[in-house]
């Protein structure tokens, strides 16, 4: 809950806004795998199918209105290929949930041809009610920032175990709430914790909180 | 180089092709030894195979006349055209001086033959003439080979080649670099049948499996040995009482005032170390302890800039610098003529290294050397005795060449398809008669071949993924992107990010890895090449600092592999501690440790011959569970993941395994049971490979090896040396790509030989095996002690550990959340 907003953490990655039955999610990086393929690297590209399905289940379990999407839906000009390019289609063409895209780092040299899909594109932070939306972190936004562009995950070590975990960070001192990435094949960055700070963890299907403590702010 | 003349001549009369070389060797008032002739006739007679002699006894010119008599006898004009005989050497710090050994008799004697060398260091203008124009002998790394392969014209280059000679062929043999070398003679033998090859090689304890690796499998080696013995004396610096002496470390400062009092700053001394930053702390601390001789002193090891390392060098032999710290840099090759001392700070862990590196002393075919040992610990005592035993019976270690590693035979390929390109069937024959990969079956070359087209088995190809194509039955690659991005790629020596450092002014120091940077802020000192140095700046790829006066006692770190003790030299150990019970006179090494291993027996026990130790004790971490069975650190590290699936089995947890080269610790929970879950059944072999790969599979051993495996099969790119244009879009952990394999294609090669890799090399599953069968018939002694016991301490601070996990991952969140409020 931030001010007069509920917000949702969903263990399949994404944030749910229920008054507005509103999805948010951030770093999806389609066609990642066809631009490694494209240089010589054969990494499977079912990596996408599964993202999609991902992200189609989400809509069928939540009474999802519109989705905003910060940043970074596809990953790079070779990954544009026709096989990734028609799958977005027809996500966009069966889902009935309006789907608005926050051009981040990777999608901005695409936005020509970011064009011919049916969704809005915005290059700005958007202001919705008590939030700011963006894909790379705004500094001392005056109402809480959600955004992405981090990949942060949460690491564990202790003698006993090292547990490493996407998480959703949350900074109390900024306001600022960072989504963990939605690609099934994205990367991470681990985020250390402060007293201010506290980490969401993902474990299967479940969601774990992390307070950050003074001692802990290695 | 100098030769002792005691050698007499065969009464046979030389084959009248020697002449010239014969001639040389009497300008220079030489002999040839009785190897070097046999050498040079086995040349001539058309044959392959290996020279093993101790360094410094004329071995280069043992392999290398017998190609140039040849060369020069070729038509009575002299010499004909292109490339005819190829030198690798492993460092291509060494190329130089064997280029000027080589350069001598030609340049004295006027033959008519153009040497020249090819490495990472030489200009790009004049590799790509060389491309064009070979010379008769080329100098070279197997890197550089590969890369020269990957060139298109590469059998019409090498159509002329008469002889390879593979320089410290122990050295590679059983590494990737070794399997590289491998793939890439067999490759030339494709092109020039005829070629013959010469490997050279230290003593080793397998010179046949050895020899036919270097030659390939369908010739016959000859092996040729020097009859020259050299004798090793071991002694030792000790400490006054062992009281004050540490129970674990590997730094061995402790004992620097002594060392020093035992060396003299006018005596040439070569102090070997087994780390860089052990290295680096010994220079610290001996500059400290003499500084009106700072400019005799010197530290030599592989991060340092290469025109540093090449002075120091020059130093050693000119007399200027007296004492070198270094690591295993100078392990190899440069002749170091006036060395007269050799120190071991630390133990060296293997019977072979230790005798190559007493053997850098009294540099000349016959004499003594005298290694001075150095322990970092008090157990490292018994380390030295076992060492003397063992190289008293004269017991040495093998090397094997690795089973068919995908990885390295993907890269191959890949270099093939680059230059000339390759037929499948002509290729699998060559590859077969490799020792690596003669067991290579049809299936999995068909695998490699799919990876490499269409990236995936047939059912699963991506569409997009053109890597290797195949035009008339020849695979080639027209890409000229994916060409650029392999050539960069080519060799198997996996490292983490390493970046240049630099003064202000922009003079090289040397290279430093990432993660070390990573760690330092503006302002912080930390010590490297030697110096004390105030970190600036990183800037592309580039570290800036600048000298500094300012306190502080951070050393870099760098993550190379642990040495274990060698089979060999633990059957040497076992023996030493077996015999602490039963002897009655013991030498100094013994002596000097005998208070703390009454203190051993004192809160625990000292096992006998017939024993098995094994301790439990309950820390603040958890309840520990340590067992010695004195085999070396990765037979220790298989055992404790057996066991520890073992115990898991029983009762779920999470365990740390930690090991060490005398016996390892399982950490679990507080209170976990370890006695009572305890059985008969822990010895039992038959379910060895299964148990272990049970634990494996949930484990982040092959996870790690998949990293260097990655890098090479090249499917992790790490950008062009000198652009600064990144490639972003590239960038990916490998952890992350075995994540997606495992998920996806399970069956993937790479992913197979990563597990193989942790079971076979790390784990030394056939070790393993004997092992048990040994502790089954030892009497087990169970002693719980309040406090570690002196042989369990080193295990307990020097963790480099690894886990294992039967838990779910929400079982083990759950515990990190109870540990979470406590803190």
């Known amino acids: 809950m931030y001010r007069h907003t509920t917000l949702q953490l969903l263990p399949e990655r994404a944030l749910y806004l229920p008054q507005t039955q509103t999805l948010l999610l951030s770093d999806v990086h389609l066609g990642k795998a066809e631009t490694f393929q494209r240089a010589g690297i054969p990494i499977p590209h079912q990596v996408n199918q599964e993202t999609l399905h991902r992200l189609t289940q989400l809509c069928a379990m939540h009474p999802v209105q519109q989705m905003v999407i910060l940043g970074d839906l596809f990953h790079h000009s070779w990954g544009m290929v026709d096989a990734v390019v028609q799958a977005w289609h027809q996500f966009l063409q069966t889902t009935q949930v309006s789907v608005q895209l926050i051009v981040g780092n990777h999608d901005r040299p695409l936005i020509p041809a970011l064009q011919q899909f049916t969704m809005h594109c915005t290059t700005a932070p958007v202001q919705m009610q008590d939030l700011v939306l963006s894909h790379e972190p705004v500094a001392a936004a005056p109402r809480l920032n959600i955004c992405g562009h981090v990949h942060p995950c949460f690491r564990y070590k202790s003698k006993l175990d090292d547990i490493r975990l996407p998480c959703f960070f949350y900074d109390r001192a900024q306001p600022q709430l960072i989504l963990p990435s939605f690609g099934e094949f994205t990367g991470g960055y681990d985020v250390p914790l402060t007293a201010q700070s506290s980490a969401y963890a993902i474990a299967h299907h479940t969601i774990i909180a992390f307070d950050g403590t003074p001692t802990q702010s290695r | 180089m100098t030769f002792s003349n005691s050698k007499t001549i065969p009464e ?121 124009n070979m010379p008769h002998i080329l100098i070279t790394t197997p890197e550089s080979l590969s890369v020269m392969l990957s060139y298109p014209g590469t059998a019409q280059r090498f159509a002329a080649l008469r002889c390879v000679v593979l320089d410290e062929w122990h050295e590679l043999l059983s590494s990737k670099r070794g399997t590289q070398t491998e793939l890439a003679l067999s490759h030339l033998r494709q ?178 050397s005298e290694i001075l040992f150095v322990p970092t610990h008090a157990l490292e005592l018994l380390e030295i005795s076992a060492f003397r035993n063992g190289l008293a019976a004269g017991d040495l ?21 680059c230059g000339d390109g390759f037929v499948p069937e002509q290729a699998l024959a060559s590859l077969r008669d490799t020792l690596a990969y003669a067991t290579l079956t049809d299936d999995e070359f068909r695998w490699i071949l799919d990876f490499i087209t269409t990236g995936g088995t047939c059912l699963n190809a991506y569409p997009r993924y053109k890597k290797v194509v195949c035009e008339d039955g020849k695979f080639i690659i027209s890409d000229a992107q994916i060409m ?208 272990l790969k049970s634990s494996l599979n949930i484990s982040e051993l092959t996870s790690r090896k998949f990293r260097a495996i990655a890098q090479i099969s090249g499917l992790v790119f790490k950008g062009y040396p000198s652009s600064k244009k990144t490639v972003s879009q590239l960038q990916v952990s490998s952890s992350l790509l075995f994540d997606v394999f495992t998920k996806y294609e399970p069956d993937n090669l790479l992913l197979h030989q990563a597990e193989q890799e942790v079971l076979r090399d790390q784990l030394e599953a056939h070790r393993l095996a004997n092992t048990l069968h040994r502790l089954r018939h030892l009497s087990l002694v169970w002693k719980t002690t309040r406090r570690p016991s002196p042989f369990a301490f080193p295990l307990l601070v020097e963790r480099l550990s690894s886990r294992l996990s039967n838990e779910s991952l929400l079982e083990r969140i759950e515990r990190l959340k109870q540990q979470w409020g406590k803190l």
């Open chain 2, 12 to 132: 046979t009369t030389p084959d009248p092709r020697l002449q010239p070389i014969l001639d040389w060797f009497q300008t220079q008032g030489w002999l040839p030894l009785d190897f070097q002739q046999a050498a040079w006739q086995a040349v001539l007679a058309g044959r392959s195979g290996m020279i093993q002699v101790p360094t410094g006894s004329g071995k280069t010119y043992a392999a290398v006349m017998g190609a140039i008599a040849l060369m020069l006898s070729a038509t009575p004009k002299g010499p004909t055209k292109g490339l005819q005989l190829l030198y690798l050497t492993p460092l291509r710090a060494l190329s130089r001086d064997i280029e000027h050994s080589i350069c001598r008799p030609i340049e004295d004697m006027g033959w008519n033959l153009r040497v020249e060398s090819r490495t990472g260091d030489t200009p790009s203008t004049r590799k790509t003439r060389q491309l064009k």
């Open chain 2, 484 to 691: 650029k991005m392999h050539r960069v790629g080519i060799g198997t020596i996996a490292s983490n990010q390493s970046l240049r450092m630099v003064y202000t002014n922009r003079r090289d120091i040397g290279q430093v890895e990432e993660g070390f940077v990573s760690r330092l802020k503006k302002g912080d000192v930390f010590f490297f090449a030697g110096r004390q140095l105030e970190f600036f700046m990183v800037k592309d790829m580039v570290v800036y600092v600048k000298n500094t006066t300012k306190k502080s006692t951070v050393t870099p770190i760098w993550y190379g592999g642990n040495l274990t003790i060698s089979d060999t030299l633990s059957t040497y150990l076992r023996q030493e501690i077996g015999a602490l019970r039963t002897t009655e006179t013991f030498n100094d090494e013994i002596t000097c440790l005998a208070p703390l291993l009454a203190t051993q027996d004192r809160l625990s026990q000292l096992p006998a011959t017939d024993e098995l130790l094994i301790e439990t004790c309950q820390t603040r971490d958890g309840q520990h569970l340590y067992v010695f069975p004195f085999e070396g650190r990765f037979v220790h590290e298989g055992l404790g993941f057996l066991w520890g699936y073992r115990f898991s089995t029983q009762q779920r947890a999470t365990f740390t395994v930690s090991v060490n080269d005398y016996g390892f610790e399982i950490l679990a929970p507080k209170g976990y049971p370890f006695q009572d879950l305890f059985s008969d059944a822990f010895f039992d072999a038959s379910t060895l490979e299964s148990d």
């Open chain 2, 191 to 368: 092109v020039q049948p005829q070629m013959q090859t010469w490997a050279i090689s230290a003593t080793l304890g397998n010179s046949d499996e050895a020899a036919q690796a270097a030659v390939g499998r369908s010739t016959s080696p000859v092996i040729i040995r020097s009859g020259l013995t050299r004798e090793t004396v071991i002694k030792s610096v000790l400490p006054e009482s062992i009281d004050a002496f540490p129970w674990a470390g590997h730094l061995g400062l402790r004992l620097f005032e002594e060392l020093v009092a035992a060396l003299d700053i006018n005596r040439s001394t070569l102090i070997f170390t087994n780390t860089r930053s052990q290295s680096e702390r010994w220079f610290q601390a001996l500059s400290f302890a003499l500084p009106e001789h700072g400019d005799k002193l010197a530290l030599h090891h592989g991060s340092i800039d290469v025109k540093q390392r090449e002075a120091i060098e020059a130093g050693v032999k000119s007399g200027d610098i007296k004492w070198v710290v270094c690591t295993a840099s100078l392990d190899l090759g440069v002749d170091f003529q006036p060395v007269e001392r050799v120190v071991q700070i630390g133990s060296a862990k293997n019977l072979a290294r230790l005798l190559q590196r007493a053997g850098r002393s009294a540099h000349v075919p016959e004499g003594v």
């Open chain 2, 397 to 417: 270690e093998g090397r094997r060449s690795l089973l068919k590693p995908y990885d390295v035979l993907v890269q191959h390929l890949v270099t093939l398809a």
